[in-house]
C-alpha cells in the first residue's frame, strides 16, 4: 500500500513581520521626507550597509504607531512566500485564511477597500534579498495594483530590477540615498549628546563626522570602542581615529572586503591611491580594461563608492578609503606600495588632478616630484600645514623650498594671514632661486592687502580676491561681472554678487549669481563660495532653513575635501548658528563658540568676523539680546581694526537692529555711527541696510516678554506619581478638557520627541475616523497652546513637524528622562563603583520615582507599557546596586535597595533571594526567613493565573504580598 503523501504546511517565522524597536536619534529630516502629506504613496530607501537603513525605517514605524512590516530573507524567493508575510504584516491574523500557495490577487482581493485601512502603511525592509527573483516580481505587481490608500517604505541595499525611474518620472516616488541618510555633523552632536549620554565638542562632532563620512555603523562602532571614557579622552579618540581602527576594520572587512570576488578585492585595494576614480586612470594604473564595469558594479552595489557626476568619476567613502590604505600597507611589500603610489601619481597629475598627485607623490616618497608640481601648479596646496609658520623648514624643503609654498597656500587658504606672511619671509630668505623670491613678494602682497591698515594695491584689485577685498572698504558703483580684459568671467560674477549684497541690493544680488553660477567649475574656491552666498540669501525665506543646513553641511565637506578651509570653517559656523536658530537648544550656541574659537586659534579674524555676527542674530532670534550684544561688539572691533567698513556698516546696523527688538521697536533710524560708516563705504541707501537687518534679529516666535538679563523661569515636567507642569510656578490645568489634559500628558511623557498624529489620534479617540479625530487633535493642541500662551509661555512649546506633535519647553527638567539616564548610570556603575557611590545614586534615583507614570491616566493603552518599562528598568538597576553592595561587603547599604526591588518587580525571583541573603548577613535570620516564604507565597499566587495573562487585579496580589516584606 502506497502511504498518502504528506502536506506540508508554508512555515512563517514570526519575527519577520515584527517591526524593530525605534532606537537612536529622531531625524526629523528624513522622516519628514517620507512622511509628510504630500510625499508620494512609495518610498525608497538605498543605501550601503550601515548606513542606518532599517533604524530609520524603524523609527518610522514607531512615529506612525501601527505599521506593518516585513523583513525580506532569502529564503523569501517565490510568489507564495513574499504573499504569505505580506498578508500577516497587512492583515494581521486575518492572513492566514488565505490559501496555500495564493498570489499577489488573493492578497489584493482580501485587503479590497476596507476604509478602515486609509493610511496604513507597509515597510518592507532588505528588499535586496528579493533580487531576480519571483518574489521580486511579486513585490512590484503588488506596488503598482495596491489599495491608494496603502502607503510603501521599501529599504534596500541596491536599487531594485522593477522600473523606479518610471515612478521617480511620475512622481509616484521619493528616494533616499546613502548620501541622504549620512549623518551630518550637527547630527552627530545631537547623537552622542541626547542618544549616548556621552556628549563631543562641537568641533570634535564635525571632525569625527568627517574621518568616518557621516556613517551610521561606524559612529556606532566608535561610540562602542569609548565607552566609559572621560570627555577628554573620548576627544583624544577622534583625532586618534584612523583606518586602523579595530571595530570600523573588523566590520568594513566582513561587510565589504569578505563578500568580494578575489579580483574585486585586489581593485578596491591597488585603486585606493588614486582617490579619484577615473575608469581610464584606472585602467592605466592596473595595466588592464574593464575598470567601468568594475566601477559601476560597485556603486551599483552600493559598496561605499559614488559618483558625484553620473559615472565619469568616483570616490570611495572616505572610512573606506584609509582602510583599503592600512591593508595595502600590511598586505602589500613597501617597496611594491611606494610603486604604486608614485604611479599614481604621475597619472592623476596627467589628468590634472593636481591636489591628489601631491598627496601621493609625498606617500611616495618623491619630493623632488611633489617640488615641481608646486612650482608648475599655483592652485596646489598642501593639506599638512605642520610647524611651517613657526619659522623652520624641514630637510625637505630646505633642499626645495618650492614644496614649503605649498603649505604657505594651505595657510593663505584658512585665513592664517599674517602666519602666512611670516612663511613667505622665511622662505623668501631661504630661496636661491629669483623665481620663487618673486613669487613669494606677490603673495606677501596679496596676502597683506587683507590686513588692517593698508589699501590693496591697484595690481591686487585686478585679481578676484582682491577685488573682493576692496569691496569691503568701498561698494563704490557696482562691480562689473567682467574680468579687468572685459570678457564675461562667472568668477566676476560672485565679485558682482558680493559688491550687491554689501550695497545692500539683494534682489541685483540674486540675479547675478544666478546669471554666474551654472558655469563656475566645480570643486573651485568661486563655486564653493557662491553656493555660501545662495545659501544666506535663502535662509530667510519660509521653508529654507532646513534645506539650508543641509547645503551648508555639503558646501563644508566639499571645501574641506577641495582644500578650502576657510570656507569650509564659515560653512561650518554658519551652519552652526542656524542649526541653533532652528532647534532652539541652548546648549547649541557651543557649536558657534567651537567655530569662533577655530578662527581665533588659527587668527583668522575675517572668519571670526562673519561667524561673530551670524552667531549674533541667531541669538537675537532666540531673544539673548545681552549676549548677542557682545558677539557685534566684537565683530565691530574687529572690522575696524581690519580696515573694513562696509562691513562695519552691517554689524553697526545689527547692532541697533538687536537694541530694537530687544525694546520692541520698528526699525530703527541711523546714527551718527551708521551714517558716518555709510559714507565711507559708499552704501547710498542705509535705510535699505537697517531694514534687512531688524528683519534678521526679528524672533522667530513670539515669546515672553522679558527685561534684558532676566532669569528664565524654572521649567519642570513632573510624570511621575502625579502630572506636573511648572514654568515659574504651577500651570494650572483645570481650564483644558479632559481629553485635551490627556494630550498633554501623553505629549509630556514623550518630552522632546515627534510623536505621530495617528498615535495620538488612536490613543485618545480610538473610535474616531480619520478626518474626524485630526480635527478633535487640532482642537486639543490649539487649546493647550492658549493656556501656556496664558501661563507666559510661547505657543511654539507645542511643536508640529509634518503630521507629529512634540512638547518642547524651553530649559526644562523631565524626571522621566532624568530617572531613564539615572538607571542606566546605577547599572553601568554597579560594576566598579563604590557601595556608597551606589547608595547616593540609588537614594537619588528612589526619591525621583514618587510613583507610577501619570496615575490619573489609569489603565490606557497608550501609558501602560511605558509604565511598567520605566518601573521594571528602575527595579533591575537597584538590583544590580544591591547586589553589587552584598558583594562588596556592605550589605547594610543594599538592604533597603532590595526591599525597594521586591516593591516595585514581585515577580523578579532573584531580588527576593538577594534580600534574603543580606538580612542573614546582618544577622536578621528571622526576617530572612519571612522574606523566603513571601517569595514562595508570590510564587504560588503567580502559578494559580499561569493559564492566562495577569489581569490588573491580579498583578496587585503579588504587590500587595511584596508590601509585607520586612523593612
Given at each position: 500500500?502506497i502511504p498518502?503523501?504528506v502536506?506540508t504546511v508554508?512555515v512563517?517565522v514570526p ?14 529630516r ?5 512622511l509628510?502629506?504630500?510625499s ?7 543605501a ?7 533604524t ?8 506612525v504607531g501601527s505599521?506593518a512590516?516585513?523583513t ?8 507564495p512566500?513574499?504573499v504569505?508575510?505580506?498578508a500577516?504584516a497587512?492583515?494581521?491574523?486575518d492572513?492566514?485564511d ?22 496604513s502603511l ?8 528579493l533580487a531576480?527573483?519571483a518574489?521580486?516580481d511579486?513585490l ?7 489599495p491608494?490608500?496603502?502607503r510603501v517604505l ?12 518610471r515612478?521617480?518620472?511620475?512622481g509616484?516616488?521619493v528616494e533616499?540615498?546613502?548620501d541622504?541618510?549620512?549623518f ?10 541626547s ?6 565638542a ?6 569625527l563626522?568627517?574621518?568616518?563620512g557621516?556613517l551610521?555603523a ?7 570602542s569609548?565607552r566609559?571614557l572621560?570627555h577628554?579622552?573620548?576627544e583624544a579618540?577622534v583625532?586618534?581615529?584612523n583606518?586602523r581602527?579595530?571595530?570600523?576594520r573588523?566590520y568594513?572587512a ?5 563578500g568580494l ?10 585603486t585606493a591611491p ?7 586612470l584606472?585602467?592605466a ?6 575598470s ?7 556603486e ?5 563608492t ?5 559615472g ?8 573606506l578609503?584609509?582602510?583599503l590604505?592600512?591593508v ?5 611589500a613597501p617597496?611594491?606600495?611606494t610603486?604604486?603610489?608614485a604611479?599614481a601619481?604621475a597619472?592623476l597629475e596627467?589628468a590634472?588632478?593636481?591636489?591628489e598627485?601631491?598627496?601621493?607623490y609625498?606617500?611616495a616618497?618623491d619630493?623632488?616630484?611633489a ?11 598642501d593639506?599638512d ?14 633642499n626645495?623650498?618650492?614644496?614649503a ?7 593663505l ?6 602666519a602666512?606672511l611670516?612663511a ?5 630668505a631661504a ?7 618673486a613669487?613669494c613678494a ?7 592687502a587683507?590686513?588692517?591698515?593698508r589699501a590693496p594695491?591697484?595690481?591686487?584689485s ?16 557696482p ?5 579687468p580684459d ?8 560672485v ?5 550687491h549684497l554689501?550695497a545692500?541690493?539683494v534682489?541685483r ?15 573651485t574656491w568661486p563655486k564653493?563660495a557662491?553656493g ?6 535663502e535662509v530667510?525665506?519660509?521653508g529654507?532653513r532646513?534645506s539650508?543646513?543641509?547645503t551648508?553641511e ?11 578651509p576657510?570656507l569650509?570653517?564659515v560653512a561650518?559656523?554658519l551652519q552652526a548658528c ?5 532647534a532652539?537648544?541652548s ?28 552667531t549674533?542674530?541667531?541669538?537675537a ?7 548677542a ?10 572690522a ?10 552691517w ?10 527688538a ?14 558716518g ?7 547710498d ?22 527685561d534684558?538679563g532676566?532669569?528664565?523661569?524654572e ?8 502630572f ?17 489634559r490627556l494630550?498633554?500628558?501623553l ?8 510623536v505621530?498624529?495617528?498615535?495620538l489620534i488612536?490613543?485618545?479617540w480610538?473610535?474616531?475616523?480619520l478626518?474626524?479625530g ?5 482642537v ?6 492658549r ?16 503630521d507629529?506633535y ?7 527638567t523631565?524626571?522621566?528622562?532624568d530617572?531613564?539616564?539615572g538607571?542606566?548610570s546605577l ?7 563604590d557601595?556608597a557611590?551606589?547608595a547616593?545614586?540609588a537614594g537619588?534615583?528612589?526619591r525621583l520615582?514618587r510613583?507610577?507614570?501619570?496615575p490619573?491616566?489609569g ?9 511598567d ?8 538597576a537597584?538590583a544590580?546596586s ?5 558583594d562588596?561587603?556592605?550589605?547594610d547599604?543594599?538592604l533597603?535597595q532590595?526591599q525597594r ?6 515577580l523578579?525571583?532573584?531580588?527576593w533571594l ?20 513571601e ?12 493559564v ?6 491580579a498583578?496587585a496580589?503579588?504587590?500587595?504580598a511584596?508590601?509585607?516584606?520586612p523593612?
Amino acid at each position: 500500500m502506497i502511504p498518502a503523501p504528506v502536506r506540508t504546511v508554508p512555515v512563517t517565522v514570526p519575527f519577520k513581520t515584527r517591526c524593530p524597536k525605534p532606537v537612536g536619534l529622531v531625524r526629523a529630516r528624513l522622516e519628514d521626507a517620507l512622511l509628510s502629506p504630500d510625499s508620494p504613496g512609495t518610498a525608497l530607501v538605498v543605501a550601503p550597509p550601515g548606513a542606518g537603513k532599517t533604524t530609520l525605517l524603524g523609527r518610522v514605524a514607531a512615529s506612525v504607531g501601527s505599521a506593518a512590516w516585513f523583513t525580506a530573507g532569502v529564503e523569501d524567493h517565490d510568489e507564495p512566500a513574499v504573499v504569505r508575510y505580506l498578508a500577516r504584516a497587512l492583515l494581521g491574523p486575518d492572513g492566514q485564511d488565505l490559501p496555500a500557495g495564493a498570489g499577489v490577487d488573493a492578497l489584493l482581493a482580501a485587503l479590497g477597500d476596507d476604509p478602515a485601512r486609509d493610511g496604513s502603511l507597509l515597510i518592507v525592509d532588505d528588499v535586496h534579498a528579493l533580487a531576480g527573483t519571483a518574489a521580486e516580481d511579486a513585490l512590484e505587481r503588488f506596488l503598482l495594483l495596491r489599495p491608494a490608500s496603502v502607503r510603501v517604505l521599501l529599504g534596500s541595499r541596491r536599487p531594485p530590477s522593477f522600473n523606479t525611474s518610471r515612478m521617480l518620472a511620475s512622481g509616484d516616488l521619493v528616494e533616499l540615498s546613502g548620501d541622504d541618510l549620512r549623518f551630518r555633523s550637527w547630527e552627530v552632536e545631537d547623537l552622542f549628546r541626547s542618544v549616548y549620554d556621552e556628549p563631543l565638542a562641537p568641533e570634535a562632532a564635525a571632525l569625527l563626522c568627517r574621518r568616518v563620512g557621516g556613517l551610521a555603523a561606524a559612529l556606532q562602532l566608535f561610540h562602542l570602542s569609548v565607552r566609559g571614557l572621560t570627555h577628554v579622552e573620548r576627544e583624544a579618540e577622534v583625532v586618534r581615529l584612523n583606518g586602523r581602527s579595530r571595530l570600523i576594520r573588523s566590520y568594513l572587512a566582513r561587510t565589504v572586503l569578505d563578500g568580494l570576488s578575489p579580483e574585486h578585492r585586489e581593485f578596491l585595494l591597488r585603486t585606493a591611491p588614486l582617490g579619484i576614480l577615473d575608469p581610464a586612470l584606472c585602467d592605466a594604473l592596473l595595466d588592464r580594461g574593464g575598470s567601468r564595469s568594475v566601477l559601476r558594479g560597485l556603486e551599483s552595489g552600493q559598496l561605499f563608492t559614488t559618483t558625484p557626476d553620473e559615472g565619469l568619476t568616483y570616490r570611495y567613502h572616505q572610512v573606506l578609503r584609509d582602510h583599503l590604505e592600512v591593508v595595502l600597507e600590511d598586505e602589500l611589500a613597501p617597496a611594491e606600495v611606494t610603486g604604486l603610489h608614485a604611479r599614481a601619481a604621475a597619472l592623476l597629475e596627467r589628468a590634472g588632478h593636481h591636489t591628489e598627485a601631491l598627496r601621493a607623490y609625498k606617500r611616495a616618497g618623491d619630493w623632488g616630484a611633489a617640488a615641481r608640481l608646486v612650482r608648475e601648479r599655483a592652485g596646489v596646496a598642501d593639506p599638512d600645514v605642520g610647524p611651517l609658520s613657526s619659522g623652520a623648514l624641514d630637510s625637505a624643503e630646505q633642499n626645495d623650498p618650492w614644496l614649503a609654498v605649498a603649505r604657505i597656500r594651505r595657510l593663505l587658504r584658512q585665513g592664517s594671514m599674517e602666519a602666512a606672511l611670516v612663511a613667505l619671509r622665511l622662505v623668501e630668505a631661504a630661496a636661491d632661486d629669483p623665481d620663487l623670491a618673486a613669487h613669494c613678494a606677490a603673495q606677501r602682497l596679496q596676502a597683506g592687502a587683507w590686513l588692517g591698515g593698508r589699501a590693496p594695491t591697484a595690481d591686487v584689485s585686478r585679481s578676484p580676491l582682491g577685488a573682493v577685498r576692496a569691496l569691503t572698504r568701498s561698494v563704490g558703483p557696482p562691480v562689473p561681472a567682467a574680468g579687468p580684459d572685459g570678457d564675461a568671467d562667472p568668477v566676476w560674477g560672485v565679485v558682482a554678487t558680493i559688491g550687491h549684497l554689501l550695497a545692500g541690493r539683494v534682489a541685483r544680488a540674486r540675479l547675478e549669481l544666478d546669471r554666474a553660477y551654472p558655469d563656475l567649475t566645480d570643486g573651485t574656491w568661486p563655486k564653493i563660495a557662491a553656493g555660501l552666498l545662495g545659501a544666506l540669501m535663502e535662509v530667510g525665506a519660509a521653508g529654507h532653513r532646513r534645506s539650508c543646513c543641509a547645503t551648508l553641511e555639503d558646501l563644508s565637506l566639499t571645501a574641506d575635501v577641495e582644500g578650502y578651509p576657510w570656507l569650509a570653517r564659515v560653512a561650518q559656523g554658519l551652519q552652526a548658528c542656524l542649526v541653533l536658530e532652528t532647534a532652539g537648544q541652548s546648549w547649541r550656541i557651543a557649536a558657534c563658540r567651537s567655530a569662533i574659537g577655530a578662527c581665533q586659534r588659527d587668527q583668522d579674524a575675517w572668519g571670526e568676523l562673519v561667524i561673530r555676527a551670524v552667531t549674533a542674530v541667531a541669538l537675537a532670534r532666540q531673544e539673548e539680546y545681552a549676549e548677542a550684544r557682545d558677539h557685534l561688539d566684537r565683530a565691530a572691533a574687529t572690522a575696524a581694526e581690519l580696515g573694513a567698513p562696509a562691513l562695519e556698516l552691517w554689524v553697526r546696523a545689527l547692532v541697533l537692529a538687536v537694541d530694537a527688538a530687544a525694546a520692541g521697536a520698528p526699525v530703527p533710524a541711523p546714527d551718527r555711527l551708521v551714517s558716518g560708516l555709510a559714507r565711507e563705504a559708499a552704501v547710498d541707501n542705509v535705510a535699505t541696510v537697517l531694514v534687512a537687518c531688524r528683519a534678521a534679529v526679528q524672533p522667530s516666535a513670539a515669546r515672553r516678554a522679558e527685561d534684558p538679563g532676566a532669569r528664565a523661569p524654572e521649567a519642570r515636567v513632573s510624570c511621575l506619581g502625579a502630572f506636573r507642569l511648572c514654568y515659574g510656578s504651577d500651570v494650572d490645568l483645570l481650564p483644558l478638557r479632559p481629553r485635551a489634559r490627556l494630550l498633554l500628558m501623553l505629549l509630556a511623557m514623550n518630552h522632546g520627541v515627534d510623536v505621530h498624529r495617528e498615535r495620538l489620534i488612536d490613543g485618545l479617540w480610538p473610535d474616531a475616523q480619520l478626518g474626524v479625530g485630526t480635527r478633535r487633535l487640532q482642537v486639543a493642541v490649539s487649546s493647550i497652546r492658549r493656556l501656556l500662551e496664558d501661563h507666559g509661555l510661547p505657543a511654539t512649546v507645542v511643536q508640529r513637524h509634518g503630521d507629529a506633535y512634540r512638547l518642547q519647553l524651553p530649559g526644562a527638567t523631565v524626571d522621566v528622562q532624568d530617572l531613564e539616564r539615572g538607571t542606566t548610570s546605577l547599572e553601568r556603575a554597579s560594576a566598579t563603583a563604590d557601595p556608597a557611590e551606589l547608595a547616593e545614586q540609588a537614594g537619588a534615583l528612589i526619591r525621583l520615582y514618587r510613583g507610577d507614570l501619570l496615575p490619573e491616566v489609569g489603565a490606557a493603552e497608550w501609558v501602560v507599557d511605558e509604565r511598567d518599562r520605566l518601573r521594571l528598568g528602575l527595579a533591575g538597576a537597584l538590583a544590580a546596586s544591591a547586589r553589587a553592595c552584598l558583594d562588596r561587603g556592605r550589605p547594610d547599604l543594599g538592604l533597603w535597595q532590595a526591599q525597594r526591588v521586591v516593591q516595585l518587580d514581585p515577580l523578579r525571583d532573584t531580588a527576593w533571594l538577594v534580600l534574603a541573603r543580606i538580612q542573614q548577613q546582618l544577622g536578621d535570620h528571622s526576617a530572612a526567613q519571612v522574606t523566603l516564604t513571601e517569595h514562595s507565597r508570590v510564587r504560588d499566587l503567580v502559578n494559580v493565573h499561569v493559564v492566562a495573562p495577569l489581569t490588573a487585579s491580579a498583578r496587585a496580589i503579588p504587590r500587595r504580598a511584596a508590601a509585607r516584606a520586612p523593612g
